[in-house]
């Protein structure tokens, strides 16, 4: 059984979709098409139902899966063991971030480690905070980037840097022109926000929570899984959105959205920070990633 074959099959399982997949591993879609076939012939079993554009694992490819994820983490494991005994600085690791670092500051992270250790080959997968801790605890990935705290979470944490949560508007909408606006004026306006689990969510209900309100309060006309999502309904005259300002830096600067900052309030900052298993020893790749993380602290965004 080819390990590329099988990184493939996980891959098209975690994006639901060919074309996808073979982007993010760097192959054509008839290619990715072959190793789900040749897998398919060797396991005789139909791994995956096709529905449209996406596919979904069957019962069968569920089972197939998990053994699968196992393999390529044990064949990790045995590599970076064997370049551990020889002393030589090369390895696989799997890291993972909530989406704003994994999206606007993991991918600049990794260039630069890769450029001190150019042996060590990372995969990013980008999740919501709360799923990236949960895989960490399940020994999916070894180290995370998320952005809120988890009191009593099995995870050591070392803060990295901080981002601010804002709401913004598209520069057509009326609330744009003002500068600030009020609470209940903020109510009334449609609103997207990021959906549970999210980093930037949890600081937004956080700061409504001060100031004595719900999320039911608001009008929300919809919770969506990224930023990007947010920013295109924004500028698409949805409504307002809740953002983290890294994530929109260059459309504000652009003049494409605007802050709209809430009278009498600053907007509520939030902290980054790496987390790895508590009491878990990490891989040597691991640990030297970690490591260049937090040595290069004071530089961060």
Known sequence: MDMKHLETFCKVAELGSFSRAGEAVYLTQPTVSGH???????VGLKLFDRLGRRVALTN?????????KEILKLRDEALNAIYEFSHL????????????????????????????APGISISLVIADSQKIIDMLLAGEIEVGVVGMRFDGERVDVYPLFHDRVIVIASSEHPLASKGEVSWE???AAPLLIRERGSGTRKAFEGYMTAAGLRVDDFSIIGEVGSSTAVKEGVKGGIGLGIISDLAVQEEIEGG????????????PERDFFAVVPKGRG???????????LLTRRPSLP
């Open 36 to 42: 789900i076939a040749s897998l398919e012939q060797t």
């Open 256 to 267: 494409r959205v605007k802050e709209v900052k809430i009278r009498g309030q600053g907007a």
């Open 89 to 116: 600085i090369k390895g696989r690791i799997t890291i993972g971030g909530s989406t704003i670092p994994g999206e606007y500051f993991l991918p600049k992270v990794m260039g630069g480690f890769q450029g001190e």
């Open 60 to 68: 069968g490819g569920q089972v197939f899966y998990r053994y699968a």
């Open 185 to 187: 004026e903020l109510r």
């Open 282 to 292: 990490l891989s040597p790749p691991a640990r030297r990633f970690l490591e260049f």
